[in-house]
T-cell receptor, first 113, second 111 residues
């Protein structure tokens, strides 16, 4: 069966520090991968998606970047965090064989202080 | 692009009663409509979905209805229980890669 791993679960970072969040998917190959952000009490904002290794599409201009160095690995990064980067970050995947179904990871709660 | 509106934003129901959440979408080409349940501090979980060639789908106490002509779809939870308390999101497929989500409904089931 397919599983998605996202870490860390919580993170507290000072303003101006770098960020690296990692997500990996198991049990499937060539998935579509996504990064979403959720502000407190708000909806889901799509940040990036990737349809293959090295292929990244950005949905909103921001202080963040994404990379996909391997087929089942998706990384969200920042060189210098801003206060406004605080939020709940969710990785998600959609497999080729699962049709349209989108599955989320457990999320990372990021607090920038 | 696709725009999904979800109502109400909050819903409080007595245990045992039914809960209904409604969503509308703008792109008539959308053909897949999932619903997610998110508990506090966790990622959203897919609970039910429906495709555009089906008008209704049911899974135990949960059902979803779709009206393509009116471009709206609804989630129905019957015989609500305390564990149904969560935030629920509807979504519509914008294209092959992206879902467009509603703003969410916070459901509280009162014991």
């Amino acid at each position: 069966s397919q599983t998605i791993h996202q870490w860390p679960a919580t993170l507290v970072q000072p303003v101006g520090s770098p960020l690296s969040l990692e997500c990996t998917v198991e049990g499937t190959s060539n998935p579509n991968l996504y990064w979403y952000r959720q502000a407190a009490g708000r909806g889901l904002q799509l940040l990036f998606y990737s349809v293959g290794i090295g292929q990244i599409s950005s949905e909103v201009p921001q202080n963040l970047s994404a990379s996909r160095p391997q087929d089942r690995q998706f990384i969200l990064s920042s060189k210098k965090l801003l206060l406004s980067d605080s939020g709940f970050y969710l990785c998600a995947w959609r497999g080729r064989g699962s049709g349209e179904k989108l599955f989320f990871g457990s999320g990372t709660q990021l607090s920038v202080l | 692009g696709e725009n999904v509106e979800q109502h109400p934003s909050t819903l409080s129901v007595q245990e045992g009663d039914s809960a209904v959440i409604k969503c509308t979408y703008s792109d008539s080409a959308s053909n897949y409509f999932p619903w997610y349940k998110q508990e506090l501090g966790k990622g959203p979980q897919l609970i039910i979905d429906i495709r555009s060639n089906v008008g209704e789908k049911k899974d135990q106490r949960i059902a979803v209805t779709l009206n393509k002509t009116a471009k709206h779809f609804s989630l129905h939870i019957t015989e609500t229980q305390p564990e149904d308390s969560a935030v629920y999101f509807c979504a519509a497929y914008l294209n092959d890669y992206k879902l467009s989500f509603g703003a969410g409904t916070t459901v509280t089931v009162r014991a």
